[in-house]
């Protein structure tokens, strides 16, 4: 069974600091942008899985959600994500429940990421 406490919210900045450092603030801010427009299309997607039920979609969404949200240092994203692909895949009913968390952590690390991109434009 699934743990069903959802993870806090809020993104490490430490690991934008890091990408930015790596890539260049502005390859970085750029990439960040990309992942927030993705972020943003996928809350509906998201919501419609939640709203019709679907395992198989939340578990797809979730999947894509694991690793790049942990990149962009939006890890209680990237841990909760975890958590539904794998109860949802394997047929633990928590998966729905937990995922409802999933637009409030999308909506979440597309405001902190864009606000960390505007801060090293």
Known sequence: MTD?????HGVDVAALDELAARLGAATAADLAAGFVE?????????EAALAAGDPDALATHAHALVSSAG??????????SGRVESACRH????????????PGLLR??????????????
């Open 108 to 121: 979440d690390a597309i405001d902190r990421i864009a606000a960390w991109r505007r801060s090293v434009r």
């Open 4 to 8: 069903p406490t959802p993870p806090r």
């Open 71 to 80: 990149t962009y240092g939006a890890t209680a994203l990237s841990v909760l």
């Open 91 to 102: 047929g633990d009913p928590s998966g729905l429940a937990i995922a409802a968390d999933l």
């Open 38 to 46: 993705e972020l943003r299309a996928r809350i509906g997607r998201v």
